[in-house]
């Protein structure tokens, strides 16, 4: 699935690629000069050290890929990544990390058909899967520094749709979605600040995304909030009580969902 066959949210949109970029930027500003021992709440035992070299590693892994064009799930993921040498060497690694996957982009046409783990098979998938993992992280890094996020929002609406279409094909490392299932129970996610509307079903064989443009379908549990806070929530940096959001309906099925999406 093409990011461009999912809904006009009416926000330009997304360069995947830059976005990486813009956010290893971002994440290198808060941690250089950190120190990087500083315990990171969000990801429970990991320091600022531990978050800094699984960021890099991720891009480091994802750009491998793309340069091998890779057609199977591979069977490693051993890459030489290069770790820096010394403590304060970890800023400027993961700033190489982002020029690492810059190349690998440059390299490799978006449309090329490639293994995915999740709903679009091609390289296009990479890129966006990767800015998500960088930006989510970059957010970590600054909540444990006592920075307040910012995320743009047309990246947050692109955001929430890159979970909600690939969730459920994360199985294989999120197993906890199997319990996602139902007889048609709808959950809709509202963004009150962009014209963003995802409404999931849960259906006896799995869950997914209902067709675009359902806004007018009613449904059983409904979570409003802005674009950025509702990246966070599903990604459970912010919990559904948090005053950011307004929910309604079927409390037991916005538990069940919440407890079982983790990714």
Known sequence: MRTS???DHGLAPVDHRTAVATETARFVAAVRGADLGT????????????LVKHAGSVQRWFSVLLRGRIQEPPRSRDVDLRLPGR????????????TEAAGAFAATDPDTPMWVWGADPHARFWARRM???TLIH?????????IRPEIDRAVAVD??????????????FAPKVANLRGNGETIRFRSTDADGDWLVRL???GFGLDLAGEAAVPADATVRGAAADLLL???????????AFEHEGDEELLARWFANSEF
């Open 131 to 133: 800015l998500f993992e």
């Open 203 to 205: 259906r006896p064989d």
């Open 159 to 172: 955001g929430v749709d890159e979970f909600l279409v690939n969730l459920p094909f994360a199985g294989f």
């Open 87 to 98: 403590e304060d060497g970890w800023a400027d690694w993961l700033a190489d990390s982002a």
């Open 39 to 50: 315990p990171v709440p969000s990801c429970p035992g990991w320091t600022l050290a531990d």
């Open 5 to 7: 066959d999912r809904p």
């Open 233 to 243: 929530l599903a990604y459970g940096r912010l919990s559904l009580d948090a005053e």
């Open 138 to 146: 970059r957010v970590d890094a600054e909540l444990a520094l006592g």
